[in-house]
């Protein structure tokens, strides 16, 4: 499952899973703003900031060609209004939407698969951002498990009964048969989160998440943001001078 | 002797009408283990699940000599550890050891203490090596040890465990009553394993729509109520 791999990449040991959530969201924030601006050169920019996300990949310890191929998720979203772009005649501003989309998801991909949820959403929290919005984002998080675990276990129920999940959503004579799964699906999978949400009531759960790390904004995290914000910002003011 | 838990005429109806509970009495004293068996949807996990306040009906229940209303909770909560059926649905944080101390942290402990108290937890259930684990790569047995990991680590006078056999191989099973064993909080068991409740319980009560019908020893109460599944084929066999 997509989410499983990014949960267990959040865990490595690498320097940057050891940087503070709040510097790397700021990093990310400073690579996304400097390229949402980007105006000029932005091919030549977009192949420089594919190789400053691809070596913190690297360094990060992350599987580079797995990481790559996860990022491009987005692609479809895209290829949407990238299509409508060279219809209307502008092949240059379809490439420009593709190119930061693709690499906005990966800066975030590297930011998810760095930092641990519980921790990325305490780091915001740090920062201000509604406790509120965290807490129905650590629960959507925690429910997409739920959901795909019933998801697999009706999936094998259908095969089991000699189905097949292509034929119930093609056959036009099972499609309903197949929303009304979906439907059991959901309620299924709702009264599994009701059960998640009593056992965490069970144990102290007052609408906080509270974590054993403790991380502090160090020293080195200030050097970690003033690092990223110089070879982000420099490599946009070196290629467009360039250029 | 003041009892753990005391729960007098305790009644409740789910929101679709169906009475759950029809007036429960029930006493559960230190050092106990009490089996609360009966048939699906006697009512047994409705009632357990008043005991740490996530239900709440008429009639009165008090944990420790505290009532279990809305703003004694906390309190109550710290006292009752509760063990789901479904370990899966009790272990929701990234990795074993912040699931295990996800309680202690909710107690008000600082993280350094949190810690050590899962950590202590865990070596009690022979979890330690595991410490590091995502909770979805343990296997069915694993997982229900850090279940109750997480509810020791919050150090409750009294466990409450919902079908803990259930998914369980019979190792598994075997290990798991001898770690119960091994534990000195007072305990109820709900479950339909008759040698879970005769190996663990010193007193078994027998759930029948909503009430509790008979208690005595184990024995006498699965052979008032011939419930075991030797006594059931009979039974099943006599009719046919």
Redesign the interface.
């Known amino acids: 499952m997509h989410h499983?791999v990014l949960?267990?990449w959040?865990?490595g040991e690498s320097a940057l899973h050891r940087r503070d959530a709040r510097a790397k969201t700021i990093a990310v924030l400073i690579f996304l703003v400097a390229l949402a601006t980007a105006q000029r050169a932005f091919l030549p920019l977009s192949v420089c900031d594919l190789g400053i996300l691809a070596a913190t990949i690297i360094a990060a310890g992350l599987p580079l060609g797995a990481a790559l191929k996860r990022a491009a998720v987005v692609l479809p979203f895209t290829a949407v209004f990238a299509a409508i772009s060279l219809a209307a005649g502008e092949p240059m501003r379809a490439a420009t939407l593709v190119g930061k989309s693709y690499l906005s998801a990966l800066a975030v991909l590297v930011l998810v698969s760095t930092t641990?949820?519980?921790e990325l959403l305490g780091g915001l929290e740090r920062t201000g951002v509604p406790r509120y919005l965290l807490m129905v984002a650590q629960f959507l998080y925690?429910y997409l498990?739920v959901i795909s675990?019933e998801a697999q276990h009706m999936r094998a129920a259908l095969q089991a009964k000699s189905g097949t999940l292509r034929r119930a959503v093609w056959d036009r004579g099972k499609f309903a048969a197949a929303g009304g799964a979906l439907g059991v699906l959901f309620a299924r999978s709702y009264a599994?989160a009701d059960?998640?949400h009593?056992?965490?009531?069970?144990?102290?759960?007052?609408g906080h998440f509270?974590?054993?790390?403790?991380r502090s904004f160090r020293r080195a995290d200030v050097f970690f943001v003033a690092g990223a914000l110089v070879i982000v910002a420099g490599t946009r003011a070196a290629v467009e001078a360039w250029i | 002797m003041q009892p753990l838990v005391e729960v007098r005429d305790l009644r409740f109806q789910y929101d679709d009408g169906t009475v759950a509970l029809d007036g429960v009495d029930f006493q559960l004293f230190a050092g106990e283990t009490v089996a609360v068996l009966g048939a699906n949807g006697s009512g047994k996990t409705t009632f357990v699940l008043h005991l740490n306040g996530l239900l709440m009906g008429q009639g009165s229940v008090r944990v420790c000599g505290v009532p279990v209303r809305p703003n004694t909770l906390a309190q109550v909560r710290q006292k009752v550890g509760l063990v789901f059926q479904d370990s899966d649905n009790q272990l929701f944080m990234p990795t074993v050891l912040e699931d295990v101390a996800f309680g202690p942290l909710n107690l008000g402990l600082e993280r350094e203490q949190a810690r050590t108290r899962a950590l202590d937890a865990l070596a009690a259930v022979g979890m330690a090596h595991a410490s590091g684990k995502a909770p979805y790569h343990l296997s069915a047995g694993e997982k229900k040890r850090v279940a109750i990991a997480g509810i020791l680590a919050m150090n409750p006078e009294i466990l409450v465990l919902d079908e803990p056999t259930t998914f369980l191989d019979p190792p598994g099973q075997n290990a798991l009553v001898e770690l119960l064993d091994e534990l000195p909080q007072a305990k109820i068991l709900v479950t339909h394993d008759v040698d879970c409740a005769r190996a663990l319980a010193s007193r078994a009560v027998f759930f029948e729509r909503g009430k509790i019908a008979g208690e005595g020893t184990v024995p006498e109460v699965v052979a008032r109520f011939n419930w075991d599944r030797i006594s059931l084929h009979r039974q099943a066999g006599s009719r046919l």
């Open positions: 499983v949960d267990r959040s865990h641990p949820l519980p925690r498990f675990e599994h059960d998640i009593q056992a965490m009531l069970a144990r102290g759960f007052q509270l974590t054993l790390s403790g």
